[in-house]
């Protein structure tokens, strides 16, 4: 019975590296926040870019402004 618990303990402190390494990792946190606050709309997504745009007509398109700060974790960086 205390391997099993001596198991169990080794178990979880596997998942808290492992959810430790998933919020470290800066991408996917950015991304994970962006995608809340975007939702399920198509953007720009090459060379490392990842634009929120927005069609308003066939020839136009909109765009968010460039932010600064926290802001810059859900739109668009203003630094390169």
């Known amino acids: 019975m205390g391997k099993l618990v001596v198991a169990g303990?080794?178990?979880r402190i596997i998942q808290l590296f492992r959810?430790?390494?998933?919020i470290l990792r800066k991408d996917v946190v950015v991304d994970s926040?962006?995608?809340q606050v975007v939702g399920n709309k198509k953007g720009y997504k090459k060379f490392?870019?990842?634009?929120?745009l927005c069609y308003?007509?066939?020839n136009v398109i909109a765009m968010s402004?460039?932010?600064s700060g926290?802001?810059?974790?859900?739109r668009n960086k203003i630094d390169v």
Do not use: Q, S
Request: hydrophobic share 50%.
């Open 9 to 11: 303990r080794i178990l």
């Open 19 to 22: 959810i430790i390494r998933v």
């Open 33 to 35: 926040i962006k995608l």
């Open 48 to 52: 490392g870019y990842n634009l929120d």
């Open 56 to 58: 308003i007509t066939k």
């Open 65 to 67: 402004f460039p932010a």
């Open 70 to 74: 926290l802001e810059k974790l859900y």
